[in-house]
């Protein structure tokens, strides 16, 4: 399972039914908060999300619509009996800002907080795990900010089904193989797994925008990607005040997509001005079919 | 007017109903918020407070519940393009906080704010406005915690009809009277306001408890009020945790309530672990029958 649940799809003032951003990615039995609006642990408990699973947090950049409600949820991991320790990558002027307030307040969260910085400009790989690998990279906005890519990584290997017969290896130890086992034989010879197996292929990739300027340099990082977040603040006819504001329209993000050749794209971080979201598709879809409104509460399967 | 509207009534854990403390208190034309905690904006918009005449802000504690709504709800005031100066009134470690929020995020509000530190301890007077006078006191809680009495200043004086007859003043003179002035007879002697009116009889007060300990010494501030807001985050039950976390249960808020010999009590900062508010009151109203259950959403006249 490799899925994103939109929390929040809103840019910076919050309306009554669009809350501002927040993402959570599930990677098999693993969740990740990408970016965490104010709010958010109120959106977590309305969509049933199960926030013990959380193990990694993305904070995309200091603007409040993005962060606002970090600190509160934090807070609620603790006086929820949290244990299980949680790693916060985010720019590094968050961490003064944590700990001031855990610090006002008295409190000492009951469970270890890893805070990773991510340096303004920095891009390359930040998260390996075993089921995943979580690669920054700058975007253009008004202060510093970064882009996540999320790829989930294939565990199994690719088994030859063909060789697997050659030497008479059992369709029982098939899953074994998969998962890099030799097999030794009744004659006492071994058969070497990458004689069998080739290895996983490549996993999805989520790519997460953030906040951007319309920016043909990310082409690299979006390049392939089975879905890419691309925020569109305004639509088309506000060209002049999404770039003026580091921020970027319909048309901009489609094309963005239909150049990487991305397979799908989600669209996001609606200005407040709009409450009609139907013509962001109107937009969008001549140029990328494969556009869909991110909708708060809804799960896209990636 | 002066009435109080609850935007929040649940302690540290928002639930999906019940939000963290948060109270508008309206006096004539000018609206003061009491706390702010998390998701504070957006309940203004969905009570359609009149976020523009909200002027002063206190914030009893720094404990998330409290306050993690006022960051966002700064920031968006300048969003929204608010030019009237604000004032809040808080512990001194939110300046820091607020300050390395507003600089992470390169924003310069667009009003001023004013920010008053309550120092740990202080009790008295912080704001005399033409309508209102509001003071702070210090409550026993696990860090520095303030309660706010608010009272409405009655601007007119009381006419005494008998002696305004006696010096043949005009009843349409009656108002002006009131506001203070001097009647200049035909004949060119000058009636002293004085002679005819009283000065302004006591205004009504409302007194915040915030987040406190069962505590009697709070009886001075809370004497003979017109309305109490006490915490009752939990039912008599669990006086002991109450006392252990430096809480109040409702038995402890309505004897107080009575103690004070209060004309009402409005109860809230109810823990996460109840969902059925009814036993708060069957545990209050025999011990002061004049006991309402803050509710999200209902405005309360003093």
Redesign the interface.
Known sequence: MFAVTILGNNS?????DRHPTAQIVTCNDQLLLVDCG??T??QI??YRIRRSKIRYIFISH???DHY??L??LL??FS??GRTEPLSVYA?P??Q??LQ??L?????QLKYELAFIPLTAGYSGVILEDKDLVVSCFPTQH??SCFGFSIEMQKRKRKLIPEQAKVYEIPAAYYSKLQEGADYLRKDGTLVKNDWVTLPPCKGKRYVYCADTLYDVSLLPWLSGADMIYHETTYLHELEARAAERFHSTTVQAASLAASAKAQRLLIGHFSSKYTDLQPFLEETRPIFPETYIAEEGTTYII
């Open positions: 910076a003032i919050p309306t009554l104010e709010g642990q109120i408990a309305k200091l603007h409040g606002f409600g600190i509160g807070n609620t006086l929820m720019p002027e968050l003064a800002i001031l307030q610090d006002a307040g008295g409190t008004r202060i």
